[in-house]
């Protein structure tokens, strides 16, 4: 067998690039022992605050892997191969997370990748879904990331569009934050959501025009900065003019409002991309895709000829199973990273084509009307 060669086995996963503290086991298909730390420590500040969180990693990884193997029923020993998070996320996190990969894949003589915090959201929903395989128009959706694209093949992806400024998920924590709602924010807004109606305040849909050509950076990217701010101008008119009470008994209305505007957008802008790139196929990654409001949004808006896939909730937050599972593809492909891997907070994302050029550089190759791309892609 040749140094490249992956023997079958179990690989083990590691995720630690923001607050939750990771690791899993997948053989082949199967996932057998998964652990997920949280930090709680961070609610008391309203956010995740880097070095609690760098410092927790490292009191909590040992025995987060010593958990997730004994789950799983294996002995280190019988390991293949380690997978870890190098990028993005917070830097002082994901060095734990690397350098501690990095010792234990030496000092077991295992092959070590890096794997991309994104690129593991988009592998999430194969990790319990074996059917949730490329090709398909994926929207992620975290606290760091908002980005729309078309996995052609694993290791394939054009990027349609991304956010310009907040991620999804970011606006949910900022917005509940502004109302008092505690963090994590998305959560929280979505059960405020519930209790209340949209259409009380008005809230703009950021970039939400159809009239702008597919072909048109705008028609595919994202920017919630500007809602947020919005939601902030009528929290403090509440305010001053009832005072927290107010605040409290309008918190439910502007949730709901808050979260049809962000999801009216993300709907709109996939299905776009839906009848742009011809793929019926859709899939949900990231903490956003919690949201049980966005999946039934988007359900009905695909109807009966589309596909869906939305990872249960502990697969959309971070977690090491989908490392593992990107891992294990890597390292199957010949994949390998040397003892000089390191931590990149701005890791680019592999196998993406260039933002927009490469869309619509390939729009024209394939032919200007969407018929001509489905044949190409499904
Ligand atoms: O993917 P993730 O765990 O971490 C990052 O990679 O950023 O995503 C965390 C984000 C947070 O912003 C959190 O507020 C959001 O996912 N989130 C939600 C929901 N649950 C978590 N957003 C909306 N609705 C939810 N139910
Ligand atoms: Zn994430």
Excluded at 67 to 86: F, H, I
Excluded at 201 to 206: A, D, Q, V
Excluded at 266 to 289: E, M, P, S, Y
Excluded at 346 to 364: Q, R
């Amino acid at each position: 067998m040749g140094e490249r060669d992956l023997p079958p086995g179990p690989v083990l996963g590691i995720e630690s690039s923001c607050d939750e503290c990771s690791a899993a086991i997948m053989e082949g298909p199967r996932l057998l022992g998964h652990v997920i730390a949280t930090q709680d420590a961070h609610a008391a500040f309203g956010g995740v605050v880097p070095e609690i969180a760098a410092r927790a990693h490292l009191r909590q990884l040992d025995r987060v892997v010593a958990a997730a193997l004994e789950r799983s029923g294996r002995e280190a020993e019988a390991l293949v191969g380690v997978g870890v998070t190098a990028g993005p996320g917070l830097v002082g996190s994901l060095l734990v997370g690397v350098n501690w990969a990095k010792a234990f894949a030496f000092g077991r003589g295992l092959p070590l990748v890096g794997v991309h915090h994104m690129e593991a959201h988009l592998f999430a929903n194969s990790v319990e879904n074996p059917g949730a395989e490329p090709p398909f128009v994926a929207l992620l959706v975290s606290g760091g990331h908002t980005m729309l694209l078309l996995a052609r093949a694993w290791g394939r992806y054009e990027l349609l569009g991304q956010t310009r400024d907040d991620a999804a998920g970011e606006a949910f924590d900022k917005v509940a934050r502004r109302m008092g709602l505690g963090w994590p924010g998305g959560p929280a807004i979505e059960r405020a959501a519930a209790r209340g109606s949209p259409g009380r305040f008005e809230l703009p849909r950021p970039m939400l025009d159809p009239s702008v050509p597919d072909d048109d950076p705008a028609a595919f990217d994202f920017s919630f900065s500007g809602l947020k701010t919005a939601v902030a101008l009528v929290v403090e008119e509440i305010e001053s003019s009832g005072g927290a009470e107010a605040l409290e008994s309008a918190v439910p209305d502007l949730a709901a409002e808050f979260q049809a505007a962000v999801l009216d957008v993300l709907v709109h802008k996939t299905l776009r991309a839906v009848r742009a790139t011809g793929c019926r196929r859709v899939l949900l990654g990231g903490g956003v895709a919690r949201n049980g409001a966005l999946a039934e949004r988007l359900r009905g808006a695909l109807g009966q000829g589309g596909e869906l896939f939305v990872p249960s909730p502990r697969l959309a937050t971070d977690n090491g199973a989908m490392v593992a599972r990107v891992a294990a593809w890597r390292l199957e492909r010949g994949d390998r990273s040397g003892l000089d891997l390191n931590a990149d907070p701005s890791l680019p994302f592999p196998g993406l084509e260039a933002v927009h050029e490469a869309w619509s550089v390939a729009s024209t190759r394939r032919g200007s009307g969407s018929g001509a791309r489905t044949a190409a892609i499904i």
